[in-house]
């Protein structure tokens, strides 16, 4: 009986990994065993790879982005005053607004309908700090 002990060995690959190695299993003539044995990977996951390359999964990823940011001063700030949510938003309708997500801090973040979906997700994981 063979005890392994430690901690296990996980590769976390990079989009631009995985669309390079995926890019040599499509060169006319590769092996797609030898190319998966070469970078010491499964041809299962070099199969999902190639899948999600061709679904577009896997990149081109958009480049970072700032957003513009607003400071207020606190004289600025309220609290919200109305215990109901349905009402509360109902006072702030803005027409330009899609989402409003409320924080637990009381900080509201309201989005826009022309925010990207690639933007709306980068503030979102932002916001899960």
């Not at 190639?50 to 400071?71: E, K």
Request: some cysteine; proline content about 9%.
């Amino acid at each position: 009986m063979e005890i392994i002990t430690g901690i296990e060995r996980r590769r976390r690959w990079r989009p631009e990994e995985k669309l390079r190695i995926v890019a040599e299993t499509e060169v006319p003539g590769a092996c797609f065993a030898e190319v998966a044995k070469r970078h010491d990977v499964s041809r299962g996951l070099l199969w999902n790879w190639r899948r999600q390359a061709r679904r577009g999964a896997l990149g081109p990823y958009p480049t970072p982005a700032f957003l513009p940011v607003r400071v207020m001063g606190e004289s600025m700030l309220a609290p919200p005053a109305v215990s109901d949510p349905a009402r509360a938003s109902a006072k702030r309708h803005d027409p330009d607004c899609r989402i409003e997500v409320t924080l637990p801090n009381g900080t509201t973040v309201r989005i826009g309908q022309d925010v990207s979906l690639a933007m709306l997700r980068r503030v979102l994981t932002a916001l899960r700090v």
